[in-house]
């Protein structure tokens, strides 16, 4: 072979071996990309996860309130009759007390 091929040769192998270089450079590239994609995918399904719970926890939440908004009027009532009974008997005691004492 003259020396004029072998300069050819050589200098494509010179291109190739740049070539393989830069190939590895972007593999490495890609798996970073891959890696760093897989560690979002597995953060985002425990965010959906998270989200799931906290759903359930809303329903049990929404489901306790509307109990309580529906036993709401029930309590009022029995409060007013408390507090009815409540005054009732303080009046009973002041009457009982001004009768002993004297004012009535």
């Known amino acids: ?6 300069n050819v040769v ?3 192998l010179s291109g190739l071996s740049e070539d393989v270089g830069e190939l590895k450079t972007t593999l490495r590239e890609i ?3 891959v890696t760093r994609l897989a560690l979002v995918e597995e953060r ?6 998270a989200l799931g719970r906290a759903f359930k ?5 929404e ?10 009027p029930i309590q009022r009532k029995t409060s007013g009759w ?3 009974g409540v005054w009732t008997a303080a009046g ?3 009457l009982f007390i001004a009768k002993k004492v004297g004012f009535i």
């Open 1 to 6: 072979m003259p020396e004029h091929d072998i």
């Open 10 to 12: 050589l200098a494509r």
């Open 31 to 33: 798996a970073t990309a």
């Open 44 to 49: 985002q399904s425990q965010t959906n996860e």
């Open 57 to 61: 926890q809303l329903d049990k939440v």
């Open 63 to 72: 489901g306790r309130v509307a109990a309580i908004e529906r036993d709401m």
């Open 82 to 84: 408390v507090l009815s």
């Open 92 to 94: 009973l005691a002041v």
